[in-house]
Nanobody, 121 residues
Framework: QVQLVESGGGLVQAGGSLRLSCAASGSIFSVNVMGWYRQDPGKQRELVAS???????NYADSVKGRFTISRDNTKNTVYLQMNSLKPEDTAVYYCNADVRRTSSIATYRYWGQGTQVTVSS
C-alpha cells in the first residue's frame, strides 16, 4: 500500500506564509503527478496546484503568483509554499499522488488525510 502524510498546516494572519509538505511512502515504483487540492465545508474540492515528475507545474488562477509547488523526487515529497495568504485561502488542504506500484503502467491515485489552513483577517 501507499501512504501520504501531510504536515505544515496551521493558523496564520492575512499576508503571512505557510509551507505544506506531503511525503509518499510504501510500495512505490514511481510517482507521476503530485498535487494539492483544498476544500471548504459545503464546497467541492478544488485543485490548487500540481506538478509532474519532470517539473512542469499547473496552478489555479486564484493562487498564481502567491503559491509555489515543488517536489523532491528522491524523497517522493511534494511541497506547497503559500505566501501572501488571504482569508479566502482558508480550507482543508489535501495532497495527492498518482503512483505506479510496479513496473506495469497501472497508476493509482492516493490522497493524504488533509491539513487545516486557517487565515485570519
Amino acid at each position: 500500500q501507499v501512504q501520504l502524510v501531510e504536515s505544515g498546516g496551521g493558523l496564520v494572519q492575512a499576508g503571512g506564509s505557510l509551507r505544506l509538505s506531503c511525503a509518499a511512502s510504501g510500495s512505490i515504483f514511481s510517482v507521476n503527478v503530485m498535487g494539492w487540492y483544498r476544500q471548504d465545508p459545503g464546497k467541492q474540492r478544488e485543485l490548487v496546484a500540481s506538478i509532474i515528475s519532470g517539473g512542469k507545474t499547473n496552478y489555479a488562477d486564484s493562487v498564481k503568483g502567491r503559491f509555489t509547488i515543488s517536489r523532491d523526487n528522491t524523497k517522493n515529497t511534494v511541497y506547497l509554499q503559500m505566501n501572501s495568504l488571504k482569508p479566502e485561502d482558508t480550507a482543508v488542504y489535501y495532497c495527492n499522488a498518482d503512483v505506479r506500484r510496479t513496473s506495469s503502467i497501472a497508476t493509482y491515485r492516493y490522497w493524504g488525510q488533509g491539513t487545516q489552513v486557517t487565515v485570519s483577517s
